[in-house]
T-cell receptor, first 114, second 110 residues
Framework: DTEVTQTPKHLVMGMTNKKSLKCEQH?????MYWYKQKAKKPPELMFV???????INESVPSRFSPECPNSSLLNLHLHALQPEDSALYLC?????????????FGNGTRLTVT | QQPVQSPQAVILREGEDAVINCSSS?????VHWYRQKHGEAPVFLMI?????EQKGHDKISASFNEKKQQSSLYLTASQLSYSGTYFC???????????FGPGTRLSVLP
């Protein structure tokens, strides 16, 4: 069982819709991440929150908007997405910043944009 | 800067050994190894920090050659459950530039 929980597991949305992905961890980790993964590719970093503050934004389009309401929760708000945004979106957490401690991944949300 | 992994894919029979390599052109602070099965999330295997250490558990171990900026993952007496895509992740700037390699697809056949 994963200790990082993501909802929903699957999401289909139109290009004009607004939706949110949710992530929760109760391991006391202070760093949380959003990754995007296309088929047969490695996870690609989107955002990093460290101590509830956005520390890294990898030049992600503004149609993706992250939010960290508290140390256990991470949201990704989606608006006016494009079909090429269809992918597996993974949330992860780590005790320290990335590089220094293991990443614990959730099972992901498989997003399809129609 | 994305690390290079080799081979891209490998097919084994149960019980055979495999080595997966990960190399970087920059001096590394840490190397991570993850395994991802089809349709699942990546699962952490081990982390090696600057210092050239070797780690392992069960029949999976890894080494980190700081001078060569290279890490190798060793899978011995492979089992069917070892099948999946193995990603290394490297960091050369104390957490500011962590990036995954392209992956090595491992298939273990009975």
């Amino acid at each position: 069982d994963t200790e990082v929980t993501q909802t929903p597991k699957h999401l289909v949305m139109g290009m004009t819709n607004k939706k949110s992905l949710k992530c929760e961890q109760h391991m006391g980790h202070r760093a949380m991440y959003w990754y995007k993964q296309k088929a047969k590719k490695p996870p690609e970093l989107m955002f990093v929150y460290s101590y509830e503050k956005l520390s890294i934004n990898e030049s992600v389009p503004s149609r993706f908007s992250p939010e960290c309401p508290n140390s256990s929760l991470l949201n990704l708000h989606l608006h006016a997405l494009q079909p090429e945004d269809s992918a597996l979106y993974l949330c992860a957490s780590s005790q320290m910043g990335q590089g220094g401690s293991p990443l614990h991944f959730g099972n992901g949300t498989r997003l399809t944009v129609t | 800067q994305q690390p290079v992994q080799s081979p891209q894919a490998v097919i084994l029979r149960e019980g055979e050994d495999a080595v997966i390599n990960c190399s970087s052109s920059k001096a590394l602070y840490s190397v991570h190894w993850y395994r991802q099965k089809h349709g699942e999330a990546p699962v952490f295997l081990m982390i090696l920090l600057k210092g050239g250490e070797q780690k392992g558990h069960d029949k999976i171990s890894a080494s980190f050659n700081e001078k060569k900026q290279q890490s190798s993952l060793y899978l011995t007496a492979s089992q069917l459950s070892y099948s999946g895509t193995y990603f290394c992740g490297t960091d050369y700037n104390y957490g500011q530039n962590f990036v995954f390699g392209p992956g090595t697809r491992l298939s273990v056949l009975p």
